[in-house]
């Protein structure tokens, strides 16, 4: 089974500080997302990336930026974080080709004061 | 851009009814899949369809995309309380793109 494993499953972290989240995933997917979930607005999609090196923003990139060195690893990066930041962090991967489905990590609930 | 809409948004049923949730595209989807997400949990892939009018069984749920590829629901017979959950549908992204536009998934509640 493909696993996708988030380092943390809860982080509190204060006003301006500079936040790294990690996701591996350890099946050699090519593709891999950055979905931010709130309560009554679902999935939203910040940040993607084909391969290594290589992203693109998604639906709300706005206050984050991505790193992908390696092909199982993807890091979200909070540069200044803030309160309307708090939110269940979720990252997924998949193999290359429309139609695959996505696996998701537990997700990390961050919690901004 | 591509909005795919799910309703309802809450479900609450007695143990033993039938339940189903609805997706529609703004746009003709290639595929579309379906996802469940228990409380506390993370979304976990159920089902991909492809086909015009294609209908596909999981045991008790039922999935079927529309003939036009812009609609899809997901139904559940004889709710159990191991059903509970949020079920999301997602189509891909604009120009068939490999990533997923997600429907807001309705959470289903099950009264035992």
């Known amino acids: 089974d493909v696993k996708v494993t988030q380092s943390s499953r809860y982080l509190v972290k204060r006003t301006g500080e500079k936040v790294f989240l990690e996701c591996v995933q350890d099946?050699?997917?090519?593709?891999m997302f950055w979905y931010r979930q709130d309560p009554g607005l679902g999935l939203r999609l910040i940040y993607f990336?084909?391969?290594?090196?290589?992203?693109e923003k998604g639906d709300i990139p706005e206050g984050y930026s991505v790193s992908r060195e390696k092909k199982e690893r993807f890091s979200l990066i909070l540069e200044s974080a803030s309160t309307n930041q708090t939110s269940m962090y979720l990252c997924?991967?998949?193999?290359?080709?429309?139609?695959?489905?996505?696996?998701f990590g537990s997700g990390t609930r961050l919690t901004v004061v | 851009g591509q909005q795919v809409m799910q309703i309802p948004q809450y479900q609450h049923v007695q143990e033993g009814e039938d339940f189903t949730t609805y997706c529609n595209s703004s746009?003709?989807?290639?595929?579309i899949q379906w996802y469940k997400q228990r409380p506390g949990g993370h979304p976990v892939f159920l089902i991909q369809?492809?086909?015009?009018?294609e209908v596909k069984k999981q045991k008790r749920l039922t999935f079927q995309f529309g003939e036009a590829k812009k609609n899809s629901s997901l139904h559940i017979t004889a709710t159990q309380t191991t059903d509970v959950g949020t079920y999301f549908c997602a189509g891909p992204g604009w120009g068939g793109s490999e990533k997923l536009v997600f429907g807001k998934g309705t959470k289903l509640t099950v009264n035992p």
């Open positions: 746009t003709t989807l290639s595929n």
């Open positions: 990336s084909y391969d290594v090196k290589m992203k």
């Open positions: 997924a991967s998949s193999l290359s080709g429309t139609g695959n489905g996505y696996t």
């Open positions: 099946m050699d997917h090519e593709n």
């Open positions: 369809l492809v086909k015009s009018g």
